[in-house]
Protein backbone atom coordinates (compact mmCIF):
# COMPACT_ATOMS: atom_id res chain seq x y z
CA UNK A 1 0.00 0.00 0.00
CA UNK A 2 3.27 2.19 -0.68
CA UNK A 3 2.47 5.91 -1.59
CA UNK A 4 -0.97 5.87 -0.25
CA UNK A 5 -1.27 9.45 1.73
CA UNK A 6 -2.95 10.28 4.61
CA UNK A 7 -6.56 11.02 2.94
CA UNK A 8 -6.27 7.76 1.01
CA UNK A 9 -6.16 5.19 3.94
CA UNK A 10 -9.04 7.45 5.71
CA UNK A 11 -11.45 6.68 2.98
CA UNK A 12 -10.34 2.92 2.76
CA UNK A 13 -11.91 2.85 6.44
CA UNK A 14 -15.05 3.61 4.67
CA UNK A 15 -14.86 0.38 2.54
CA UNK A 16 -17.63 -2.39 3.73
CA UNK A 17 -17.65 -5.94 2.14
CA UNK A 18 -21.20 -5.79 0.85
CA UNK A 19 -21.69 -9.86 1.36
CA UNK A 20 -20.84 -9.33 5.12
CA UNK A 21 -22.71 -6.15 5.37
CA UNK A 22 -26.13 -7.63 4.13
CA UNK A 23 -28.09 -9.69 6.96
CA UNK A 24 -30.82 -11.59 5.63
CA UNK A 25 -33.31 -13.61 8.14
CA UNK A 26 -36.59 -15.76 8.20
CA UNK A 27 -38.28 -14.61 11.38
CA UNK A 28 -41.11 -17.21 13.07
CA UNK A 29 -40.70 -15.89 16.79
CA UNK A 30 -40.16 -12.00 17.90
CA UNK A 31 -37.29 -13.29 19.57
CA UNK A 32 -35.22 -14.15 15.93
CA UNK A 33 -34.83 -10.81 15.20
CA UNK A 34 -32.32 -9.86 17.73
CA UNK A 35 -30.77 -13.58 17.70
CA UNK A 36 -27.26 -13.55 15.71
CA UNK A 37 -27.57 -17.02 15.10
CA UNK A 38 -30.58 -16.78 12.76
CA UNK A 39 -28.66 -14.27 10.54
CA UNK A 40 -27.09 -15.34 7.21
CA UNK A 41 -25.78 -13.54 4.39
CA UNK A 42 -25.52 -13.70 0.56
CA UNK A 43 -23.04 -15.54 -1.46
CA UNK A 44 -23.20 -13.25 -4.00
CA UNK A 45 -24.06 -9.12 -4.42
CA UNK A 46 -21.99 -7.83 -7.61
CA UNK A 47 -25.45 -7.84 -9.05
CA UNK A 48 -26.12 -4.78 -7.05
CA UNK A 49 -22.95 -3.46 -5.73
CA UNK A 50 -20.01 -4.54 -8.68
CA UNK A 51 -17.33 -6.70 -8.89
CA UNK A 52 -15.76 -6.30 -6.05
CA UNK A 53 -18.71 -6.50 -4.32
CA UNK A 54 -17.70 -3.75 -1.66
CA UNK A 55 -19.92 -0.12 -0.59
CA UNK A 56 -17.99 2.75 -0.02
CA UNK A 57 -18.88 5.68 2.13
CA UNK A 58 -19.80 3.70 5.11
CA UNK A 59 -18.31 2.03 8.75
CA UNK A 60 -20.07 -0.68 10.55
CA UNK A 61 -22.32 -0.63 7.59
CA UNK A 62 -25.33 -3.49 8.22
CA UNK A 63 -27.93 -3.56 5.65
CA UNK A 64 -30.99 -5.64 7.30
CA UNK A 65 -32.95 -7.82 5.05
CA UNK A 66 -35.44 -9.53 7.45
CA UNK A 67 -38.45 -12.00 6.23
CA UNK A 68 -41.44 -13.00 8.20
CA UNK A 69 -40.93 -17.10 7.43
CA UNK A 70 -44.04 -17.42 5.70
CA UNK A 71 -45.64 -14.91 3.71
CA UNK A 72 -41.64 -12.94 3.66
CA UNK A 73 -43.36 -9.45 4.94
CA UNK A 74 -40.10 -7.33 4.98
CA UNK A 75 -38.19 -5.17 7.43
CA UNK A 76 -35.42 -3.34 4.99
CA UNK A 77 -33.07 -1.22 7.38
CA UNK A 78 -29.77 0.37 6.90
CA UNK A 79 -27.34 1.07 10.05
CA UNK A 80 -23.97 2.17 10.33
CA UNK A 81 -21.32 3.64 12.86
CA UNK A 82 -20.66 6.98 10.88
CA UNK A 83 -20.19 8.27 6.75
CA UNK A 84 -18.01 9.66 5.41
CA UNK A 85 -19.76 12.96 4.00
CA UNK A 86 -20.09 14.08 7.99
CA UNK A 87 -16.47 13.90 8.26
CA UNK A 88 -15.11 14.79 4.38
CA UNK A 89 -16.17 17.12 1.81
CA UNK A 90 -16.40 16.28 -1.65
CA UNK A 91 -16.76 12.63 -1.04
CA UNK A 92 -19.86 10.93 -1.50
CA UNK A 93 -21.05 7.78 -0.01
CA UNK A 94 -22.81 5.41 -2.35
CA UNK A 95 -26.71 4.70 -2.41
CA UNK A 96 -26.25 1.24 -0.96
CA UNK A 97 -30.66 2.14 0.12
CA UNK A 98 -31.48 2.81 -3.01
CA UNK A 99 -29.82 -0.55 -4.79
CA UNK A 100 -31.58 -2.78 -2.96
CA UNK A 101 -35.02 -0.93 -3.75
CA UNK A 102 -34.03 -1.34 -7.09
CA UNK A 103 -35.21 -5.56 -6.09
CA UNK A 104 -37.46 -5.32 -3.02
CA UNK A 105 -40.85 -4.75 -3.85
CA UNK A 106 -42.59 -1.55 -2.21
CA UNK A 107 -44.64 -2.34 1.19
CA UNK A 108 -41.96 -3.26 3.71
CA UNK A 109 -41.18 -1.81 6.24
CA UNK A 110 -38.36 0.01 8.23
CA UNK A 111 -39.52 -0.59 11.54
CA UNK A 112 -39.13 -2.99 13.76
CA UNK A 113 -41.62 -2.65 16.16
CA UNK A 114 -44.29 -2.77 13.09
CA UNK A 115 -42.32 -5.89 11.57
CA UNK A 116 -42.54 -7.87 15.09
CA UNK A 117 -46.07 -6.54 14.65
CA UNK A 118 -46.57 -8.48 11.36
CA UNK A 119 -45.71 -12.32 12.44
CA UNK A 120 -48.58 -12.24 14.46
CA UNK A 121 -50.06 -12.38 10.71
CA UNK A 122 -48.08 -15.26 9.75
CA UNK A 123 -51.05 -17.51 11.60
CA UNK A 124 -53.47 -16.82 8.87
CA UNK A 125 -50.65 -17.02 5.79
CA UNK A 126 -51.21 -20.78 3.76
CA UNK A 127 -49.14 -22.26 1.13
CA UNK A 128 -50.43 -20.82 -2.60
CA UNK A 129 -51.80 -23.23 -5.23
CA UNK A 130 -52.44 -27.75 -5.04
CA UNK A 131 -50.58 -29.70 -3.28
CA UNK A 132 -48.51 -32.23 -4.80
CA UNK A 133 -46.45 -33.95 -2.50
CA UNK A 134 -45.66 -34.54 1.48
CA UNK A 135 -42.61 -35.78 3.40
CA UNK A 136 -40.87 -35.81 6.22
CA UNK A 137 -36.86 -35.07 7.37
CA UNK A 138 -35.48 -36.05 10.09
CA UNK A 139 -34.30 -34.06 13.20
CA UNK A 140 -35.53 -31.20 14.32
CA UNK A 141 -33.90 -29.68 17.96
CA UNK A 142 -35.73 -32.34 19.65
CA UNK A 143 -35.48 -35.04 17.30
CA UNK A 144 -38.61 -35.16 15.72
CA UNK A 145 -39.61 -35.62 11.82
CA UNK A 146 -40.50 -32.22 10.51
CA UNK A 147 -43.68 -32.06 7.60
CA UNK A 148 -42.32 -30.31 4.25
CA UNK A 149 -45.15 -29.44 1.14
CA UNK A 150 -44.43 -29.04 -2.21
CA UNK A 151 -47.11 -26.85 -3.79
CA UNK A 152 -47.35 -25.89 -7.50
CA UNK A 153 -49.18 -21.96 -8.30
CA UNK A 154 -49.30 -19.71 -11.36
CA UNK A 155 -50.30 -16.15 -10.87
CA UNK A 156 -54.06 -16.47 -10.60
CA UNK A 157 -53.38 -17.28 -7.42
CA UNK A 158 -54.77 -14.46 -4.77
CA UNK A 159 -51.98 -12.73 -3.20
CA UNK A 160 -49.49 -15.11 -5.12
CA UNK A 161 -47.62 -12.52 -7.57
CA UNK A 162 -46.80 -9.74 -4.10
CA UNK A 163 -45.68 -13.02 -2.52
CA UNK A 164 -43.53 -14.01 -5.55
CA UNK A 165 -41.81 -10.37 -5.92
CA UNK A 166 -40.91 -11.12 -2.32
CA UNK A 167 -39.38 -14.22 -2.68
CA UNK A 168 -37.27 -13.78 -5.86
CA UNK A 169 -35.29 -11.10 -4.10
CA UNK A 170 -33.34 -14.04 -2.89
CA UNK A 171 -32.35 -15.29 -6.26
CA UNK A 172 -30.16 -12.22 -6.36
CA UNK A 173 -27.80 -13.27 -3.60
CA UNK A 174 -27.75 -16.62 -4.21
CA UNK A 175 -27.25 -17.12 -7.75
CA UNK A 176 -24.60 -15.70 -9.57
CA UNK A 177 -26.18 -14.95 -13.00
CA UNK A 178 -30.05 -14.61 -11.69
CA UNK A 179 -32.06 -12.42 -13.49
CA UNK A 180 -36.05 -11.83 -12.54
CA UNK A 181 -38.62 -13.63 -14.95
CA UNK A 182 -41.39 -12.03 -16.98
CA UNK A 183 -45.04 -12.95 -14.79
CA UNK A 184 -46.91 -11.73 -17.18
CA UNK A 185 -45.82 -14.48 -19.40
CA UNK A 186 -48.44 -17.17 -18.66
CA UNK A 187 -46.30 -20.25 -19.73
CA UNK A 188 -44.49 -19.74 -16.43
CA UNK A 189 -45.12 -22.11 -13.11
CA UNK A 190 -44.32 -21.82 -9.70
CA UNK A 191 -43.22 -24.86 -7.39
CA UNK A 192 -42.77 -24.62 -3.95
CA UNK A 193 -41.59 -26.28 -1.01
CA UNK A 194 -43.14 -25.06 3.14
CA UNK A 195 -42.51 -26.13 6.07
CA UNK A 196 -45.15 -27.17 8.64
CA UNK A 197 -44.23 -25.65 11.91
CA UNK A 198 -46.10 -25.20 15.25
CA UNK A 199 -46.20 -22.25 17.07
CA UNK A 200 -48.08 -21.35 20.45
CA UNK A 201 -50.19 -24.82 19.43
CA UNK A 202 -51.19 -23.45 15.97
CA UNK A 203 -49.73 -25.12 12.73
CA UNK A 204 -47.70 -22.40 10.27
CA UNK A 205 -45.63 -22.50 7.15
CA UNK A 206 -42.57 -21.34 6.50
CA UNK A 207 -40.96 -20.76 2.80
CA UNK A 208 -38.07 -23.63 2.23
CA UNK A 209 -37.19 -23.65 -1.34
CA UNK A 210 -38.78 -22.72 -4.75
CA UNK A 211 -37.93 -23.44 -8.45
CA UNK A 212 -39.50 -21.82 -11.99
CA UNK A 213 -40.57 -23.35 -14.76
CA UNK A 214 -40.88 -22.20 -18.34
CA UNK A 215 -43.27 -24.24 -20.54
CA UNK A 216 -41.95 -24.10 -24.06
CA UNK A 217 -43.94 -25.02 -26.99
CA UNK A 218 -42.74 -28.11 -29.34
CA UNK A 219 -44.67 -28.70 -32.70
CA UNK A 220 -47.03 -29.86 -32.98
CA UNK A 221 -48.76 -30.35 -29.98
CA UNK A 222 -46.26 -30.85 -27.11
CA UNK A 223 -44.55 -28.90 -24.71
CA UNK A 224 -41.23 -28.95 -23.24
CA UNK A 225 -40.86 -27.78 -19.57
CA UNK A 226 -37.73 -25.75 -18.36
CA UNK A 227 -36.62 -25.73 -15.22
CA UNK A 228 -35.28 -22.02 -15.05
CA UNK A 229 -33.94 -21.12 -11.44
CA UNK A 230 -34.12 -23.30 -8.56
CA UNK A 231 -32.91 -22.21 -4.99
CA UNK A 232 -32.94 -23.66 -1.99
CA UNK A 233 -33.41 -20.48 1.12
CA UNK A 234 -29.71 -21.13 3.22
CA UNK A 235 -31.26 -22.39 6.42
CA UNK A 236 -32.94 -25.06 4.58
CA UNK A 237 -29.72 -26.33 2.46
CA UNK A 238 -28.16 -29.91 2.88
CA UNK A 239 -31.35 -31.69 3.85
CA UNK A 240 -32.86 -33.10 0.52
CA UNK A 241 -35.32 -30.79 -0.58
CA UNK A 242 -33.82 -29.68 -3.89
CA UNK A 243 -34.38 -33.48 -4.64
CA UNK A 244 -37.35 -33.97 -3.05
CA UNK A 245 -38.78 -30.62 -5.23
CA UNK A 246 -37.07 -31.91 -8.41
CA UNK A 247 -38.24 -35.55 -8.17
CA UNK A 248 -41.88 -33.59 -7.38
CA UNK A 249 -41.61 -31.95 -10.33
CA UNK A 250 -40.26 -35.14 -12.76
CA UNK A 251 -43.90 -36.74 -10.96
CA UNK A 252 -45.88 -33.97 -11.58
CA UNK A 253 -44.57 -34.03 -15.75
CA UNK A 254 -45.12 -37.45 -16.04
CA UNK A 255 -48.89 -37.79 -16.29
CA UNK A 256 -49.40 -35.43 -18.94
CA UNK A 257 -49.43 -36.88 -22.57
CA UNK A 258 -48.30 -33.25 -24.08
CA UNK A 259 -45.46 -33.34 -22.24
CA UNK A 260 -42.21 -34.24 -24.54
CA UNK A 261 -39.11 -34.02 -21.54
CA UNK A 262 -38.04 -32.21 -18.71
CA UNK A 263 -34.71 -29.73 -19.40
CA UNK A 264 -32.62 -27.33 -17.74
CA UNK A 265 -31.58 -23.83 -18.60
CA UNK A 266 -27.65 -23.70 -18.16
CA UNK A 267 -27.85 -25.81 -15.82
CA UNK A 268 -24.50 -25.46 -12.82
CA UNK A 269 -22.63 -28.23 -12.02
CA UNK A 270 -24.49 -28.22 -8.71
CA UNK A 271 -28.18 -29.17 -10.53
CA UNK A 272 -26.51 -31.45 -12.74
CA UNK A 273 -25.52 -33.51 -9.91
CA UNK A 274 -28.90 -33.30 -8.09
CA UNK A 275 -30.25 -34.16 -11.85
CA UNK A 276 -28.28 -37.39 -11.83
CA UNK A 277 -29.48 -38.36 -8.37
CA UNK A 278 -32.76 -37.71 -9.02
CA UNK A 279 -33.37 -39.36 -12.87
CA UNK A 280 -31.10 -42.45 -11.38
CA UNK A 281 -33.69 -42.58 -8.42
CA UNK A 282 -36.74 -42.84 -10.91
CA UNK A 283 -34.81 -44.77 -13.67
CA UNK A 284 -33.71 -47.78 -11.45
CA UNK A 285 -37.25 -49.24 -11.55
CA UNK A 286 -37.57 -49.27 -14.91
CA UNK A 287 -37.70 -52.76 -16.45
CA UNK A 288 -35.13 -51.87 -19.41
CA UNK A 289 -32.40 -50.61 -16.74
CA UNK A 290 -32.65 -54.19 -15.42
CA UNK A 291 -29.11 -54.92 -13.81
CA UNK A 292 -28.90 -57.64 -16.79
CA UNK A 293 -30.32 -55.44 -19.25
CA UNK A 294 -27.09 -53.06 -18.18
CA UNK A 295 -24.70 -54.69 -19.16
CA UNK A 296 -25.73 -55.40 -23.02
CA UNK A 297 -24.73 -51.66 -23.40
CA UNK A 298 -27.67 -48.51 -23.99
CA UNK A 299 -30.40 -49.40 -25.83
CA UNK A 300 -33.23 -47.40 -27.65
CA UNK A 301 -35.44 -49.48 -25.02
CA UNK A 302 -33.82 -47.47 -22.31
CA UNK A 303 -34.32 -44.08 -23.99
CA UNK A 304 -37.82 -44.96 -24.81
CA UNK A 305 -39.12 -45.89 -21.47
CA UNK A 306 -37.13 -43.19 -20.02
CA UNK A 307 -38.64 -41.14 -22.13
CA UNK A 308 -42.38 -42.18 -21.82
CA UNK A 309 -42.57 -42.70 -18.32
CA UNK A 310 -40.33 -40.44 -17.11
CA UNK A 311 -39.89 -37.34 -19.85
CA UNK A 312 -36.41 -37.34 -19.57
CA UNK A 313 -34.44 -37.00 -22.49
CA UNK A 314 -32.26 -39.59 -24.84
CA UNK A 315 -28.80 -37.45 -23.38
CA UNK A 316 -29.74 -37.74 -19.66
CA UNK A 317 -30.99 -41.51 -20.21
CA UNK A 318 -27.37 -42.16 -21.26
CA UNK A 319 -26.14 -40.99 -17.85
CA UNK A 320 -28.65 -42.82 -15.86
CA UNK A 321 -27.29 -45.91 -18.11
CA UNK A 322 -23.75 -45.25 -17.75
CA UNK A 323 -24.05 -44.67 -13.77
CA UNK A 324 -26.50 -47.55 -13.21
CA UNK A 325 -23.96 -49.66 -14.82
CA UNK A 326 -21.10 -48.37 -12.99
CA UNK A 327 -23.03 -49.40 -9.55
CA UNK A 328 -23.70 -53.18 -10.46
CA UNK A 329 -19.83 -53.36 -12.04
CA UNK A 330 -17.00 -55.43 -10.51
CA UNK A 331 -14.52 -52.40 -11.39
CA UNK A 332 -11.51 -54.47 -9.69
CA UNK A 333 -12.60 -57.32 -12.71
CA UNK A 334 -10.24 -55.42 -15.39
CA UNK A 335 -12.00 -56.92 -18.40
CA UNK A 336 -15.47 -55.69 -17.11
CA UNK A 337 -13.34 -52.16 -16.17
CA UNK A 338 -12.09 -51.85 -19.73
CA UNK A 339 -15.39 -52.52 -21.10
CA UNK A 340 -17.19 -50.11 -19.17
CA UNK A 341 -14.44 -47.27 -19.29
CA UNK A 342 -13.92 -47.50 -23.41
CA UNK A 343 -18.01 -47.70 -23.65
CA UNK A 344 -17.46 -44.17 -21.91
CA UNK A 345 -14.97 -43.38 -23.51
CA UNK A 346 -16.36 -43.23 -26.85
CA UNK A 347 -19.01 -41.20 -26.09
CA UNK A 348 -16.89 -38.70 -24.44
CA UNK A 349 -14.78 -38.93 -27.75
CA UNK A 350 -17.81 -37.47 -30.23
CA UNK A 351 -16.87 -33.68 -29.58
CA UNK A 352 -13.10 -34.57 -30.51
CA UNK A 353 -14.51 -36.34 -32.95
CA UNK A 354 -16.25 -33.51 -34.96
CA UNK A 355 -13.64 -31.49 -34.42
CA UNK A 356 -11.25 -33.67 -36.34
CA UNK A 357 -13.89 -33.77 -38.94
CA UNK A 358 -14.07 -29.82 -38.81
CA UNK A 359 -10.65 -30.32 -39.13
CA UNK A 360 -10.84 -31.81 -42.75
CA UNK A 361 -13.28 -29.69 -43.99
CA UNK A 362 -10.42 -26.81 -43.14
CA UNK A 363 -7.88 -28.24 -44.53
CA UNK A 364 -9.36 -27.26 -47.53
CA UNK A 365 -9.21 -23.57 -46.73
CA UNK A 366 -6.10 -22.75 -44.85
CA UNK A 367 -2.54 -21.31 -45.40
CA UNK A 368 0.17 -24.10 -44.18
CA UNK A 369 1.22 -21.96 -41.07
CA UNK A 370 -2.45 -21.91 -39.74
CA UNK A 371 -3.03 -25.37 -40.37
CA UNK A 372 0.16 -26.20 -38.41
CA UNK A 373 -1.49 -24.63 -35.38
CA UNK A 374 -4.68 -26.31 -35.44
CA UNK A 375 -3.25 -29.33 -35.85
CA UNK A 376 -1.00 -28.99 -33.15
CA UNK A 377 -3.92 -28.23 -30.54
CA UNK A 378 -5.65 -31.40 -31.61
CA UNK A 379 -2.53 -33.17 -30.57
CA UNK A 380 -3.34 -37.05 -30.05
CA UNK A 381 -1.48 -37.50 -26.89
CA UNK A 382 -2.96 -34.27 -25.18
CA UNK A 383 -6.67 -35.94 -26.91
CA UNK A 384 -5.81 -38.72 -24.85
CA UNK A 385 -4.90 -37.08 -21.50
CA UNK A 386 -7.62 -34.98 -22.21
CA UNK A 387 -10.23 -37.91 -22.40
CA UNK A 388 -8.61 -39.46 -19.54
CA UNK A 389 -8.89 -36.43 -17.24
CA UNK A 390 -12.51 -36.26 -18.10
CA UNK A 391 -13.24 -39.86 -17.82
CA UNK A 392 -11.83 -39.54 -14.31
CA UNK A 393 -13.71 -36.58 -13.46
CA UNK A 394 -16.97 -38.53 -14.62
CA UNK A 395 -16.42 -41.73 -12.57
CA UNK A 396 -15.85 -39.66 -9.43
CA UNK A 397 -19.34 -37.46 -9.99
CA UNK A 398 -21.12 -41.14 -10.68
CA UNK A 399 -19.58 -42.80 -7.68
CA UNK A 400 -21.09 -39.85 -5.26
CA UNK A 401 -24.40 -40.48 -7.01
CA UNK A 402 -24.13 -44.39 -6.22
CA UNK A 403 -23.08 -43.19 -2.91
CA UNK A 404 -26.10 -41.06 -2.08
CA UNK A 405 -28.13 -43.58 -3.30
CA UNK A 406 -27.03 -46.20 -0.78
CA UNK A 407 -27.94 -43.70 1.75
CA UNK A 408 -31.55 -43.69 0.98
Known sequence: MAGMNAMEKKLAEYKCDTNEAICLKLVRFPEDVEDESTTFHPE???????????????????????YTAGNLNTLFKVKYTSKVSEKFDCVEPDNVEGKIREIIPPGFTSNTDDFVALLEKEANFRPFGSLLHTYTVHGGEDGEDITYQIYKADMACPGFREYHARLQTFLMWFIETASFIDVDDERWTYFLVFEKYNKDGETLYATAAYMTVYNYYVYPDKTRPRVSQMLVLPPFQGEGHGAQLLEAVHRFYCTSPLVQDITAEDPSESYVKLRDFVLVKLC?????????????????AMATEAREKLKINKKHARRVYEILRLRVTDMSDEEKAKSYRLEVKRRLFGPYKKNQREMVKMKKCLRPEELASHISQMDTELQHQELEKSYQELLADYRRVIERLARI
Do not use: R, T
Not at 284 to 300: I, K, R, T, V
Open 284 to 300: QPLSSFAPEQLSQGFSD
Open 44 to 66: YSHQLYGDDEVAFGYKGLQIQLY
